[in-house]
């Protein structure tokens, strides 16, 4: 009876830690997004990938997840380039990206 109540629980963790990733990947994705608009060049593939999850604090020192998201971007259309994209907990933290040429 316990073992059960136990594997539920587990279970039930780990769907709300999968449910609660998908919010912020899509926060993220969103954030993108605009970004790219913004600084006028065509996100690729409008996707991004986990990179990676670790605790960092926040600014009231309250520990969060930190992901980082990996993008490709281009500002010609024919070179690919490579962003990154931090998140702590839902809220962006930093996008960055390769140097890139334009067209003027």
């Not at 830690?17 to 913004?38: D, I, P």
């Not at 500002?75 to 390769?98: A, F, K």
């Amino acid at each position: 009876m316990l073992d059960d109540l136990i594997l539920i629980a587990l279970l039930l963790s780990a769907c709300l830690y999968w449910f609660s990733g998908q919010r912020v990947k899509e926060a993220a994705l969103k954030a993108v997004q605009t970004h790219c608009l913004e600084l006028d060049v065509q996100m690729l593939d409008e996707y991004v990938a986990l990179a990676g999850i670790r605790l960092k604090r926040d600014r009231t020192g309250k520990m969060q997840l930190q992901r980082t998201f990996r993008f490709e971007f281009s500002s010609t259309g024919n070179e690919r380039y490579n962003g990154v994209c931090m998140m702590l907990g839902r809220r962006v933290e930093s996008i960055q990206m390769e140097p890139y040429r334009f067209d003027s």
